[in-house]
Nanobody, 122 residues
């Protein structure tokens, strides 16, 4: 089970921390990613971290203002977003995939959270 938290309403330029709590699986065996979808747009892959944390991916539009991290002690993955823009407004989903490699690609995520809304006002 994946449960997101941390979304909300924030002004442009502000920051948020999104968290994804993973339960029911050996956390160390899973790569975790963050995706987002806004109305009328396709879902996009925002950031991802491999099973050990060795490999990390960021979408170009959030690179430099976001940080993804694993909290192995609490089986959670965090996505810190800063310098938020109205175009970051979306429902953010975390997703996990079992991997024996340090794969951090956008495909193959089998388990999804319910999503958390992030709204950035201008």
């Amino acid at each position: 089970q994946l449960v997101e938290s941390g979304g909300g309403l924030v002004q442009a330029g502000g920051s948020l921390r999104l968290s994804c709590a993973v339960s029911g699986r050996p956390f160390r065996d899973y790569a975790v990613g963050w995706f987002r979808q806004s109305p009328g747009k396709e879902r996009e892959y925002v950031a991802g971290v491999s099973r050990s944390g060795k490999n990390i991916y960021y979408k170009d539009s959030v690179k430099g203002r976001s940080t993804i991290s694993r909290d192995n002690a609490n089986s959670a993955v965090h996505l810190d977003l800063s310098s938020l823009k109205p175009e970051d407004t979306a429902v953010y989903y975390c997703a996990a995939k079992f991997r024996v490699t340090e794969d951090v690609s956008s495909n193959g995520h089998d388990f999804w959270g319910q999503g958390t809304q992030v709204t950035v006002s201008s």
